[in-house]
């Protein structure tokens, strides 16, 4: 098995998915901004920016807190999946 040292020093968040987060700020507040291709997508959601479902299938993004005082693994777990445009709009 090859081992990967990564020597950037920074933590590799806990999704399982190619290439890593973002991180954007918005609102005074930094994300971590993950994109989901559709192979991924194999759950369907509901967005927080228009309420409207993202079905099975459809590549959109994974958007969690990058500064929460309660921590990265809390974070995550309050992680949301917003459709790309609304996040865009938010
Ligand atoms: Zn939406």
Redesign the pocket.
Known sequence: MPRRNRSSGEEPPPLRVAGGPRLETRRGRQWNVQPISAAQALKAYV?P??G?GIAEGVPHLVVWRADGVLGDTADLEARRH??AH?WRIA
Request: aromatic share 14%.
């Open positions: 967005c920016g228009c409207l917003w459709h609304c």
